[in-house]
């Protein structure tokens, strides 16, 4: 059979490529001729991912809490890709800006939309049983979270805000600076015994995996992250409205609506009159996950004085309040 002049010419560019890497083409020929179709499920590693929910307990709605813990990091994940595309991309412009935040925020949509799984999707007695088998893990414990809090911006806007001022004179972009900065990292706020004061055994225990990487990468995104890159643009190209908008959005996504969902959720199964339940890792939920007190703020900037004063405060009354 004579073979068309398509395929010829694409045997041609093989053995071209091949050649300048110094490989024999029909060796590799030889492989695809013996090598089995491709399945969907080989692809994905489907009977693996299946396989990764271990329950603790033999309460069946913990399976639904591991796999939506699971989900969220492969969101993400998808995040994490974005921004370091835009760390690497050679002569970066608005279009590709916005392109790619507008990647990230459909992530966190979706993520969001979805955590009514956590909030009416488990039953609450069914979760006050096992969560009690999973302490002193919890999902502050998550580190790719982590990671996209400091991709997003200035790393000043991650210092606690009672005292970011006395980092106003320095050099916020020094290595060491940001070192004296991470010691005073929002976060660690979050995971101290509500009794003493103290670090609670979820932070100790996510510094020990963590801080290193996460000091390391705060070092290697000073400049690449995206406030940084979005300054790099030339002022016309800052002041697309479109840009601008991704990048607020952003903001609401995951400084308003993402913390906020887990307060909602918090609210539903852990609130209790006239005593609180504390979180499976003994954090302080009540002060750590609303906006309004951390005020925790990407690009404080892009927002007006009367924006930045009411932070957070309209969707805790309209969603959780229901007022």
């Not at 949509?109 to 009690?132: E, Y």
């Amino acid at each position: 059979m004579e073979l068309k002049p398509e395929i010829l010419n694409r045997i041609k560019l093989l053995d071209e490529k091949f050649q300048s890497m110094g490989q024999d083409l029909a060796s590799y020929l030889d492989g695809l001729l013996y090598a089995d179709y491709l399945t969907y499920w080989d692809y994905i590693h489907l009977d693996t991912l299946l396989s990764l929910q271990t329950p603790k307990t033999q309460i069946p709605d913990e399976e639904i809490f591991i796999m939506y813990h699971q989900i969220t990091e492969l969101y993400f994940k998808l995040c994490l890709l974005e921004y370091n595309q835009l760390a690497e991309k050679e002569n970066l412009d608005a279009k590709f800006l916005t392109n790619r935040i507008s990647r990230i925020n459909r992530y966190f949509d979706a993520l969001i939309s979805s955590f009514d799984i956590m909030v009416d999707g488990m039953d609450p007695q069914q979760f006050l049983k096992f969560r009690m088998s999973l302490l002193p893990a919890s999902g502050f414990q998550s580190g790719q979270y982590r990671m996209i809090e400091i991709c997003s911006t200035a790393f000043i806007h991650l210092v606690a805000k009672d005292v970011r001022d006395t980092f106003a004179e320095q050099n916020l972009s020094d290595d060491d600076t940001i070192k004296k900065m991470y010691e005073h990292i929002y976060w660690k706020a979050g995971a101290t015994e509500l009794a003493t004061g103290k670090k609670t055994l979820t932070l100790i225990q996510f510094e020990e995996k963590y801080q290193k990487q996460l000091l390391e990468l705060a070092q290697k995104f000073k400049n690449t992250n995206l406030w940084s890159l979005y300054k790099t643009l030339p002022e016309a190209e800052q002041q697309d409205e479109k840009l601008k908008l991704a990048l607020r959005q952003m903001d609401v996504n995951v400084n308003i609506n993402w913390p906020l969902s887990h307060y909602k959720s918090a609210v539903r199964y852990l609130q209790k009159d006239p005593e609180d339940i504390a979180a499976t890792g003994g954090t302080n939920w009540q002060k750590y996950l609303p906006p309004r007190f951390q005020k925790r703020i990407f690009y404080p900037e892009l927002w007006s004085e009367s924006e930045l004063a009411e932070w957070g405060k309209n969707w805790v009354a309209s969603v959780v309040f229901n007022k």
